[in-house]
């Protein structure tokens, strides 16, 4: 069992940056991948990034790559998403998701946090 807190969303002018964290309990969560989800009003949740059980490997998709990083401290059971150059478009609340392996679908992850909102605005 794992469970999941993020954190660090708020408002932000395009261009500026926020630092997602994603804060897990339990004594398996080093043995977990994690990846960030995001949702808008009226969008399905789709993939933002990932990293595996030993931060060895990160996946970005193509929307956010060069300026998102994801990143985990298994020593204090945290992943981190810095982002940069924020646009509009990356208004929506931000999730974190703990599973097996680095797959960009929501379905292949067993445990959620609860959110936090991102908003940009322009």
């Known amino acids: 069992q794992v469970q999941l807190v993020e954190s660090g969303g708020g408002l932000v002018q395009a261009g500026g940056s926020l630092r997602l964290s994603c804060a897990a309990s339990?004594?398996?969560?080093?043995?977990?991948?994690i990846g960030w989800f995001r949702q808008a009003p009226g969008m399905e949740r789709s993939f933002v990034a990932a990293?595996?059980?030993?931060?060895?490997?990160?996946y970005y998709a193509d929307s956010v790559k060069g300026r998102f990083t994801i990143s985990r401290d298994n020593a204090k059971n945290t992943v981190y998403l810095q982002m940069n150059s924020l646009n509009p478009e990356d208004t929506a609340v931000y999730y974190c998701?703990?599973?097996?392996?680095?797959?960009?679908?929501?379905?292949?992850?067993?445990?959620w946090g609860q959110g936090t909102q991102v908003t940009v605005s322009s």
């Open positions: 998701a703990a599973g097996r392996g680095v797959i960009p679908t929501p379905t292949w992850y067993n445990y």
């Open positions: 339990g004594r398996t969560f080093n043995s977990y991948a």
């Open positions: 990293i595996t059980w030993s931060g060895g490997s990160t």
